[in-house]
């Protein structure tokens, strides 16, 4: 038996506390902006503004975070990790990245006696990284012995998920209809990963605009479901 499986079981599961559920990600300013607005147009944005921007950004950010865990290089993931920020034009996308990963990083260091997550929270105090999502996963996938593709599946999974529970309090659309459009989306995991194993970190990057600008105007709304 795989002896990572375990853990990718638990740190996968909506019981892992990350505090995700919280977030939509600019998708309740997205929906309020009218940019979605039946099952056709929410799988449209998932296909459309998501998944790229996973594979051009979210993933290479992991994958590279994982080679730099491998070797206990904290200096090159706080370079990652202020690098992975500056490419968030968004503040409240950006945060929520922030706050999910900051709760991984503090749930890892409870869970392992592994002493570089002491290393990257001592870094966090000291404000040389944000901790965020994607750096967190990739780090989690390395020092938890995962190998590459399956830590960036997991990425993948993660990247997402909270776009679908979103869904189902945003959309008029039931659970089974939220799971073929997850189903459809992870049917194109080995090819997204893939994809993102090739992009370097000067290469990385993924700009959508339409998205970021409802997730900054989702921060004034006049009421709100999720934080983000």
């Known amino acids: 038996m795989n002896t990572w499986l375990p853990q990718l079981l ?7 506390p990350t505090g995700a559920y919280a977030h939509s990600y600019g998708m309740e300013g997205a929906v309020q902006d009218g940019l979605i607005d039946s099952e056709g147009d929410f799988r449209e944005f998932l296909h459309d503004m998501v998944i ?19 070797d206990a290089d904290l200096a090159k993931l706080c370079e990652l990790d202020q690098l992975y920020g500056a ?10 990245t922030a706050r999910t990963g900051r709760q991984r990083l ?18 966090r105090l000291a404000k040389r990284l944000e901790a965020y999502e994607p750096i967190v996963l990739g ?20 990247g997402l998920t909270p776009f679908v529970n979103a869904a189902l309090k945003l959309v008029r659309m039931g659970q089974l209809a939220c799971q073929k459009i997850l189903s459809g989306a ?8 893939e994809n993102a194993k090739q992009i ?8 959508c605009p339409a998205l970021d600008i409802s997730s900054a105007r989702h921060e004034t709304a006049f009421s709100r479901l999720f934080i983000s």
Not at 10 to 16: G, I
Not at 106 to 123: H, K
């Open 200 to 207: 370097s970190t000067d290469d990385m990057g993924w700009l």
């Open 186 to 193: 992870l049917a194109q995991t080995a090819e997204v990963v």
């Open 52 to 70: 790229p921007g996973l594979e051009k950004l979210e993933l290479p950010t992991a994958a590279a975070a994982f080679a730099a865990a491998q």
């Open 106 to 123: 503090a749930l890892n260091l409870e869970l392992t006696r592994e002493p570089f997550w002491r290393d990257i929270e001592q870094a």
């Open 10 to 16: 638990q740190r996968s599961d909506s019981m892992f």
């Open 87 to 96: 490419m968030k034009p968004s503040r409240e996308l950006r945060e929520a």
């Open 139 to 158: 780090t989690q996938g390395a020092l938890g012995q995962m190998p590459l593709d399956d830590t960036l599946g997991l990425a993948f999974y993660h």
